[in-house]
């Protein structure tokens, strides 16, 4: 497994070599080159430690962050649909940051209420879910709070105004306002998510087995569910407030990883959830910057795109199981 995730790794790199070459500049591997040997233009400059580097690097932090929330969130759930999008965490990290916005708070702020807002709706969602612990319940809250949340959200894009463009191309997910400053606030959480996430592999996976066995063997679950909640909630919030709404990323990536390594071990899924989550969204992003230039389309439509399909291919195959 070592061997693959550093050739995993190589390969991402390599892709994002390849994308920071895509724009409607014409940027080759020379004039990445000459950052470092000092053959460049300032425009090129600019462009490449300005735009695309940071944009490139914003999208393997936010893969990152939403694949291994995904793979965290189906294993508190005992559920393969649990994605942090679908059940509606996502549209919790939203409201909180349009109302950050709206307030006019600084950008930090924006994943401080994001985060706020996405760790409350968790605890309801969990609460709720106990109860029942069936598919049609989770699904049920997740479009109800999504609904909701959404009609509060929409209200405040409104009440915005001329601004307002802004706002929505933000919703739909879009990472052309990257930039060093997002990346830094942005690496702290995500060195947290993953040493949490990794330290509680052994307990995830005896979570796996049911509440029941979990207890029997020394877990205190409901505390380690709501601890890992927490965790998701701010790798959720972090992505959302500077990127928006990309959805399916942390449902596509957890099942992908399970159907190629045939295991739900989350020593495993977890770092390989991370590398790949990355190269998701940074293929992803080439298309939506490449397929209608000078266009640019929302990553968030190009992720609904693959995992929509890919949702209901697991909701029907989970109904004939």
Not at 93 to 99: C, S
Not at 228 to 254: D, Q, R, W, Y
Not at 302 to 319: E, I, M, N, S, Y
């Amino acid at each position: 497994m070592t061997f693959k995730f550093i050739m995993l790794s190589v390969f991402t790199l390599i892709v994002a070599l390849v994308l920071t070459c895509v724009g409607s500049v014409d940027i080759g591997l020379n004039d990445i080159i000459g950052l470092f040997s000092g053959d460049i233009s300032q425009t090129k400059r600019v462009i490449l430690l300005e735009i695309r580097i940071p944009r490139v690097i914003m999208a393997l932090l936010i893969g990152m962050l939403l694949a291994s929330s995904g793979v965290v969130t189906q294993s508190v759930f005992l559920n393969p649909l649990a994605d942090p999008y679908i059940i509606g965490i996502a549209s919790a990290a939203t409201f909180g940051a349009v109302v950050a916005y709206f307030l006019k708070l600084n950008e930090i702020y924006y994943a401080i209420f994001a985060f706020i807002f996405s760790a409350i709706l968790s605890f309801v969602i969990f609460n709720l879910y106990k109860k029942a612990k069936n598919l049609s319940t989770l699904l049920i809250i997740g479009i109800a709070f999504s609904s909701f949340l959404g009609a509060f959200t929409s209200f405040a894009t409104y009440l915005i105004g001329e601004d307002s463009f802004k706002i929505v191309a933000w919703m739909m997910g879009y990472l052309g306002s990257a930039s060093w400053s997002k990346i830094f606030m942005m690496i702290l959480p995500l060195i947290l998510t993953f040493i949490y996430f990794y330290s509680k592999r052994y307990e995830l996976n005896v979570m796996l087995s049911g509440d029941d066995e979990a207890k029997s063997l020394g877990v205190d679950v409901e505390k380690t569910k709501k601890r890992l909640l927490i965790i998701s909630a701010l790798a959720v919030s972090f992505s959302v407030a500077f990127a928006g709404m990309i959805g399916f990323v942390g449902l596509i990536i957890p099942h992908t990883l399970r159907m190629l390594f045939k295991t739900s071990n989350n020593a495993i899924l977890i770092p390989f959830s991370g590398i790949i989550g990355g190269l998701f969204l940074l293929i992803c992003d080439g298309i939506g910057k490449s397929i209608l230039s000078p266009t640019e389309i929302p990553i968030g439509v190009v992720t609904a795109f693959f995992g929509a399909p890919f949702f209901l291919f697991l909701a029907l195959k989970g109904r004939r199981l």
